[in-house]
Structure formats: structure tokens, C-alpha cells
């Protein structure tokens, strides 16, 4: 897929709409005798798919986040979530096209997809990790400029 600036179709956020979502895995590890206060820091590492279904003009985003703590106690805890995003676009052949048996999608549209799935994860980890050693971690805001900087998966 590669990205192209189109000045005759400007993408607009308000014609994205999150259709679908779910979790296709959740884990949760935390050792008995895990102490929250000694927690030190965390560790995070994002991965994120983008794939499109060009017949039903679907955008599919996957995103992955491991967690670890960092802490004096004997063993870590840790998280996992993998979680599938469907968006639809009104104008969506206007944004992303085949050409030459390639995908070319809007300049715009891996920012946007990406920030919007990613202030929701931001809200299903602090649901998710209430009541656990790692309700204290916040997944950051993030610049939609950094999205070039997360580990990209392989389809």
C-alpha cells in the first residue's frame, strides 16, 4: 500500500465511521506477590496492521500492545491485547483506489485511523487494567506524526 497526497480529494474525518470493533486476545499476568508501588516504569511496544477489503469498501486496522512492568519484585507483570478495528469511509473510492494491482490510499488516512484506534485502546486499558497491578498505566497520547515510528506488522 503506499500513501498519496490528493489535492482534488480531501480527506475528511468526518465521513470515517467505526463500524466494528472487538478483542481477538487478552491477557492479563500478574504474580501473587507482585507489589504495584515498587513498579518503576513500564514498557510498551504497538504494533498496527492496516489492510482494506476493496468489494465491501471496509478499512481494517489491527493493533497489538504488550506491557511490562519494570519493578524490584521477583517477577513481572505483564499484559497483552490484540484488538480488530472496522472503519467504512462514505467516500471510500475517492481515498483509497487500485492502480496497477496496487493500493493507493489517502496521505491522511493511516493518521487518522491510527489516532482514533488508538484513544480507544487508550480507554479499553484503563477498563481493562482497573483493579489490576497495572491500573496505573495510561497508554499516551500519542502525535499522529509518530504513527511512522511503531512497529508495523506483517499481514
Known amino acids: 500500500m503506499s500513501q498519496e497526497k490528493s489535492n482534488s480529494h480531501k480527506f475528511d474525518p468526518h465521513k470515517l465511521h467505526l463500524i ?3 478483542i481477538t486476545n487478552e491477557s492479563i499476568i500478574q504474580p501473587e506477590t507482585f507489589s504495584k508501588e515498587s513498579i518503576t516504569e513500564y514498557d510498551s511496544k504497538i504494533g498496527v496492521a492496516v489492510a482494506f477489503n476493496i ?3 471496509l478499512i481494517r486496522l489491527e493493533y497489538d500492545i504488550e506491557l511490562n512492568t519494570n519493578s524490584e519484585n ?3 507483570a505483564k499484559a497483552m491485547f490484540s ?3 472496522i472503519y467504512e469511509y462514505e467516500d471510500f473510492s475517492r481515498i483509497v483506489r487500485v492502480v496497477d494491482k496496487q493500493i493507493k490510499a489517502s496521505a491522511h488516512l ?3 485511523i491510527f489516532s482514533v484506534s488508538h484513544s480507544t485502546m487508550r ?3 484503563l477498563m481493562k487494567l482497573s483493579n489490576t497491578v497495572l491500573s496505573d498505566f495510561i497508554l499516551p ?4 506524526a509518530m504513527e511512522k515510528y511503531m512497529v508495523k506488522k506483517e499481514n
Open 74 to 76: 521477583e517477577k513481572e
Open 110 to 112: 493511516g493518521s487518522i
Open 83 to 85: 484488538a480488530i478495528f
Open 20 to 22: 466494528e470493533f472487538f
Open 141 to 144: 497520547i500519542t502525535d499522529p
Open 123 to 125: 480507554g479499553i486499558l
Open 55 to 57: 468489494a465491501d469498501k
